[in-house]
């Protein structure tokens, strides 16, 4: 059974850091894209980064760029995001994402609120 499970959330101040998880189980993620989104309140879900499964390439939103990172550990079988200067419009739940086998599989989210 796929499962994505996110965490890693919570309040941080504007300029702080946190790291999200999504630990993966049911597949093995380093064989599949794996996508981050985010959802504000009153907007839209929107992709946040990526990374792809043949070689690790990964890509961001003009947003993100130069502040988020995504990346993979195989062996934990879970990809993680490292978000650093945040900021108060990056306050949203986050999602990962895996298309596998023609569906789309979601996590429950985790919340990050960026204030101060």
């Known amino acids: 059974q796929v499962q994505l499970v996110e965490s890693g959330g919570g309040l941080v101040q504007p300029g702080g850091s946190l790291r999200l998880s999504c630990a993966a189980s049911g597949f093995n993620l380093d064989y599949y894209y794996i996508g981050w989104f985010r959802q504000a309140p009153g907007k839209e879900r929107e992709g946040v980064a990526c990374?792809?499964?043949?070689?690790?390439?990964?890509y961001y939103a003009d947003s993100v760029k130069g502040r988020f990172t995504i990346s993979r550990d195989n062996a934990k079988n879970t990809v993680y995001l490292q978000m650093n200067s945040l900021k108060p419009e990056d306050t949203a739940v986050y999602y990962c994402?895996?298309?596998?086998?023609?569906?789309?599989?979601w996590g429950k989210g985790t919340l990050v609120t960026v204030s101060s």
């Open positions: 990374i792809t499964s043949s070689d690790g390439s990964t």
């Open positions: 994402k895996a298309p596998i086998g023609g569906m789309d599989y």
